[in-house]
């Protein structure tokens, strides 16, 4: 696999020299530029893309959060910061982690680990099922889950359940923006409330879809013919 690539921001350069060591134990990772000076950064990132970006948030000049909506690119970013009341907006915009200083390196290892998996898939044009897997976030974490292990995926309202053979996640994202990101891993809608794999699918009659596991879910009026012309 390539090297990670990564800048780090951070007002303070104890901070800096911390990431410098961190990364300097790890594999794959290349951290090319270290900048204690926001706008300085932002100059660099601006003309330089990078796979992952490690912030402060509080700095002069130019905060993390804001020099990430300046980006005209979105790199994968972890949040290193002292500050915890900006932890809900930090996940709003789809961080990897969000990590409070002091951090050790078992955690930042596992922070970094996490944004390789989540390149891994964002950069993959596999479709192997042996290897297909899917991305989310669930409680301020990414979640990495296997297709074979995913049953069903229900909505509620705002949320959506993800169902799989050993936890159901919480997830927050509406059915149809669920539906429309991993509809190319062969997901389907078959009821306005429930979405499933093809690859999962037994059989069907006139109300219901019956999945290789047993399971029994409803099949909408709605879906009768879309699913019919799928699976055919």
Not at 44 to 63: A, F, T
Not at 199 to 225: C, F, M, Q, W
Request: hydrophobic content about 40%; overall charge neutral; proline content about 3%.
């Amino acid at each position: 696999m390539a090297n990670l690539t990564i800048v780090s921001v951070d007002d303070e350069y104890p901070a800096l020299q911390l990431i410098q060591k961190y990364c300097g134990q790890m594999d794959d990772v290349n951290l090319l530029k270290i900048f204690q000076d926001p706008e300085e950064a932002l100059g660099y990132l601006r003309q330089n893309r990078v796979d992952l970006v490690i912030l402060d948030i509080n700095m002069p000049y130019i905060n993390g959060i804001e020099l990430l909506h300046q980006l005209p690119y979105k790199p994968l970013c972890i949040f290193l910061t002292l500050e915890t009341q900006y932890a809900v907006k930090a996940f709003e915009l789809d961080v990897v982690h969000y990590l409070v200083k002091p951090v050790d390196f078992e955690t930042f290892r596992k922070a970094i680990n996490k944004a390789k998996d989540f390149l891994q898939f964002r950069n993959s044009t596999e479709q192997q099922k042996k290897e297909d897997f899917i991305m989310f976030k669930s409680n301020y974490v990414m979640n990495k889950v296997l297709l074979d292990d995913i049953q069903w995926v229900q909505g509620f309202g705002e949320y959506i359940i993800l169902v799989t053979r050993l936890k159901k996640y919480m997830i927050l994202e509406r059915m149809s923006n669920f539906e429309e990101k991993f509809k190319n891993l062969g997901f389907i809608r078959i009821h306005k409330s429930y979405i499933v794999l093809s690859s999962h699918i037994s059989s069907y009659d006139a109300a219901h879809v019956y999945l290789k596991n047993g399971e029994k879910l409803p099949l909408g009026r709605t879906y009768k013919n879309s699913l019919k012309a799928y699976l055919n």
